[in-house]
């Protein structure tokens, strides 16, 4: 760009044999028009032209008012931001509830209260009518919120089991579980669930979205799955759904996959 450029009054021809750029180029700036005194947007094109030598390029500056234009794209993009922003602000009050729930089963009963007020959390869990310890439980920073709590029976010995659903925060909500079991209505003993990523088969094309319910003597999970080129928000590979069994394990109970559903 040359440093110098006369104000302009309509279309302009300038002759400039020392600049020579490779192909096209444009270049902006901001001049003020004698006849319209409002700032002009000028747009400038090298041109060839076969009756002038050809180290001489010729640039056509055309003048052209976008002012109203600009208004409406700037009114539409504050419009179209002030919408995002209050749907981001209602998701994240959504999300920033409290679960508070209690449960009960044969004079056993389990309060569950969760904060959600952040991505990782601390989940309480206190039971009562157990005959040595009502102690709460504190699970300190959970990874995400919670979603969800049932009680249950899984391994059928007659004292209930508190399961609490995690999914964690962003586009994944991955689903984790805090639970415990009550032994034999004295204390509780923490159930461990293996990770699914442990599981070679049946978490090819998992990423995260589960959901967790007591069903039929069962935890039941299910989630999308994805095939290679899936976007988060579009999962094209089917269902599958996992039927959780409760079995002694090493140092205490877990749970274990007793089947698989691929839909």
């Known amino acids: 760009m040359p440093p110098f450029l006369p104000e302009l009054t309509a279309d302009y021809l300038k002759y400039r044999p020392d600049w020579n750029p490779p192909g096209f180029r444009a270049d902006r700036i901001n001049l003020i028009d004698k006849k319209r005194p409002v700032p002009q947007e000028i747009y400038l ?33 504050s419009l179209l931001a002030a919408v995002m922003l209050l749907t981001l602000q ?37 039971p009562a009518g157990l005959s040595v310890d009502n102690s709460p439980i504190v699970k300190k920073e959970v990874d995400g919120t919670v979603t969800g709590a049932e009680i249950g029976d899984l391994d059928k010995d007659g004292f209930p089991e ?13 689903g984790s579980l805090v639970a415990y079991a009550s032994d034999h209505n004295r204390s509780l003993s923490e159930i461990y669930l293996p990770p699914l990523e442990d599981d070679a088969g049946n978490s090819k094309g998992y990423l995260g979205h589960d959901q967790f319910a007591v069903v039929n ?5 299910r989630f999308p799955l994805y095939k290679k080129n899936d976007s988060n928000a579009n999962p094209t590979g089917g269902m599958r759904e996992l039927l959780y069994q409760l ?16 839909k």
């Open 45 to 77: 094109q090298p041109i060839v032209l076969k009756r002038f030598p050809k180290n001489i390029k010729q640039e056509v500056i055309t003048v052209k008012n976008y002012a109203p234009q600009c208004r409406l794209l700037i009114i539409t993009f």
């Open 217 to 221: 003597g069962k935890l039941a999970r």
């Open 247 to 262: 079995v002694p394990g090493e140092s205490g109970l877990k749970l274990k996959i007793s089947n698989s559903v691929t």
């Open 162 to 174: 508190i399961y609490v659903y995690i999914n964690s925060a962003g586009s994944g909500s991955y």
């Open 90 to 126: 209602v998701n994240a009050a959504d999300q920033r509830g409290a679960f508070d729930k209690t449960l009960k089963m044969d004079g056993i009963s389990f309060h569950v209260n969760c904060s959600n007020e952040s991505s990782l959390n601390d989940v309480k869990i206190t």
